[in-house]
């Protein structure tokens, strides 16, 4: 299992910033995504990052707005996000892929889940 804890969520307004942090401990993984779940929604995917490698994908809701990165040494990824709306309120995942493969873009494709924080972004 990988565990995985993340940081960073908070109160913005429109058109602010925030930068989620997730570290990553325990076995091996091979890709790390983003997830959000708004209250009443479905958990959707929010933007990936392969590793090794560093290909990266974005859901189009956050395409232009957002970037995923990554720290080989520290096991972390960041997802830098500006021009928030309050469409992006939700509550923020970071998730595991420990299998090899294309580049997962949904929740079912990872392992191992984070606890979640959340971002609410005011009007």
């Known amino acids: 299992q990988v565990q995985l804890l993340e940081s960073g969520g908070g109160l913005v307004q429109a058109g602010g910033s925030l930068r989620l942090s997730c570290a990553a401990s325990g076995r091996t993984f091979y890709a790390m995504g983003w997830f959000r779940q708004a209250p009443g929604k479905e958990r959707e995917f929010v933007a990936a990052?392969?590793?090794?490698?560093?290909?990266?994908a974005y859901a189009d809701s956050v395409k232009g707005r957002s970037t995923i990165s990554r720290d080989n040494a520290k096991n972390t990824v960041d997802l830098q996000m500006i021009s928030l709306k309050p469409e992006d309120t939700a509550v923020y995942y970071c998730a595991a892929e420990r299998n090899w493969g294309r580049l997962a873009t949904t929740a079912e494709e990872y392992d191992d889940w984070g606890q979640g924080t959340q971002v609410t972004v005011s009007s």
């Open positions: 990052i392969r590793w090794p490698g560093g290909s990266t």
